[in-house]
């Protein structure tokens, strides 16, 4: 049972124990890698936060396993052990020498919270304190680790925290480090698919990137770019919404019922979840019917450049797909009429529409802020093909994976592959307080979704 509301504060005050650094086991020399257009919007958003809690006994066994099997695939991964760095012309590259601190390992004492206590439906906000570089940005990697790990002994498991800083590397790769982490704990000799580090491979152009200073969060800067005393945004409230199978399946069925008379193809999983969530949290929302809303969708091409990359490239290989449309249409319609502009604002992101966004980028470099993603937005993170609950060290699957409070707005939402596995899906949804109630409150979305 998850801690009552009014003592939660007093519970959540996490012990810090003790604090090291983990690098390469093996002298590696200097390294240098150029960030690249993929990379660079990221610069001032926070670091990626992840929590992956897992039961067990042996946390001292665990922790030293944990450090041993990091300084083991940081041979491999050993960007994430460096710093970023810019030179005159704030070009930015990620750099490793072997004096470099390397990854931080911070220790916690948490004794007083239990596993099940770490339900997967409790709000990020009480669980913040099992992962570091909360409001932390990343154009602080100048001066911190790029990782950041925190142990934290509960009272029959272990909390993992990781804060990644997502200038270079998206969530492919992030979970790309963190299985091969898993495999060298568990007893491989080495990791089974090595990370791609060249990225010139990609593209080899220097940007240079006058980047706001860290003080100057462009998070939770006013739109109109000055400041704004009176200016307060709403509360927001998170929650998970676990689909099953069952439900996913019936979700897509009904996109699919009546497909489109164009010969398109079928409605994907992830087409038809979208517009389910889509469309619920707009009438949630209470928008006016001619009111925009845009579904932000961040999309992996690996696939979709050229030439293609493999799905072990390490950085960011990631693009936002933006699709419009007013909030009467969208949900006066039947699902198919959002689902189907999704699906071809997917398939038009080709190499060439890539190479487009890239072009633009580099002609005028931009920060991405929250408030680009648009009006009334829903912005679909992570994804459920990644292998969250697969990340076994050696003493079993996570119990409840998580993100952080990093990076959250109103209308984020985190996919993760559900813990059931097959076809089910965790939606991390993040709203405006009103909005959040209403959507739990709405039986076809929720009937649909649990």
């Not at 398109?264 to 969530?277: C, G, I, Y």
């Not at 189907?340 to 038009?348: D, G, L, W």
């Not at 190499?351 to 009334?376: C, H, L, W, Y």
Request: proline share 6%; aromatic share 8%; net charge negative.
């Amino acid at each position: 049972m998850a801690p009552e509301a009014d003592n939660r504060e007093e519970i959540m005050k996490v012990k810090i124990t003790g604090k090291s650094h983990a690098k390469p086991i093996k002298k590696l020399g200097r390294r240098e890698c150029r960030l690249l257009t993929f990379d660079l919007p990221y610069i001032a958003l926070h670091y990626n936060q992840k929590l992956l809690v897992y039961k067990g006994n042996e946390y001292e066994d665990m922790v030293g396993k944990l450090k041993d099997g990091l300084g083991a695939v940081l041979e491999d991964f050993y960007q994430l052990a460096g710093k970023l760095a810019k030179d005159e012309d704030w070009v930015f590259s990620v750099e490793y020498d072997d004096d470099t601190e390397g990854v931080e390992v911070v220790e916690a004492n948490a004794e007083w919270i239990g596993v099940e206590d770490l339900d997967a439906e409790v709000g990020p906000s009480t669980l913040k304190e099992l992962i570091p570089y909360n409001g932390i940005l990343n154009s602080e990697g100048l001066h911190r680790p790029l990782l950041s790990v925190q142990l934290t002994k509960l009272k029959d498991g272990l909390a993992m925290g990781l804060a990644f800083n997502h200038a270079i590397l998206d969530g492919t790769s992030t979970w790309h480090f963190m299985s091969s982490w898993a495999q060298i704990c568990s007893g491989l000799p080495s990791v089974s698919v090595l990370p791609f580090l060249d990225r010139t491979k990609v593209r080899n152009t220097r940007v240079k990137l006058q980047h706001p200073p860290p003080d100057q969060d462009p998070q939770n800067a006013p739109s109109n770019g000055t400041a704004d005393a009176e200016h307060v945004d709403p509360p927001l409230r998170e929650r998970v919404f676990k689909f099953s199978e069952s439900a996913i399946d019936k979700i897509k069925s009904k996109v699919n019922s009546d497909p489109p008379s164009d010969g398109s193809k079928p409605f994907s999983t992830f087409q038809s979840l979208a517009v389910h969530m889509w469309r619920h949290v707009t009438r949630a929302r209470q928008l006016k019917p001619e009111d925009y809303t845009v579904l932000v969708v961040f999309a992996n091409c690996r696939k979709r450049v050229d030439p293609p990359m493999p799905e072990s490239y390490f950085g960011n290989l990631i693009q936002a797909i933006f699709t419009v449309t007013s909030a009467g249409l969208l949900t006066i319609n039947p699902p198919e009429f959002g689902a189907s502009m999704i699906q071809k604002a997917i398939e038009m992101h080709d190499a060439k529409a890539i190479e487009e966004r890239n072009k633009q980028f580099e002609s005028s470099p931009k920060i991405f802020r929250f408030k680009d993603a648009g009006v009334n937005c829903i912005s679909v993170g992570s994804s459920p093909r990644f292998p969250v609950y697969e990340v076994d060290f050696g003493w079993g699957k996570p119990e409840t994976v998580r993100s952080g409070i990093n990076n959250k707005f109103d209308g984020m939402v985190y996919l993760y592959r559900g813990k059931s596995g097959g076809r089910s899906v965790d939606a991390e949804i993040s709203l405006e307080a009103g909005a959040m109630g209403r959507l739990e409150k709405d039986e076809e979305f929720v009937l649909e979704g649990n």
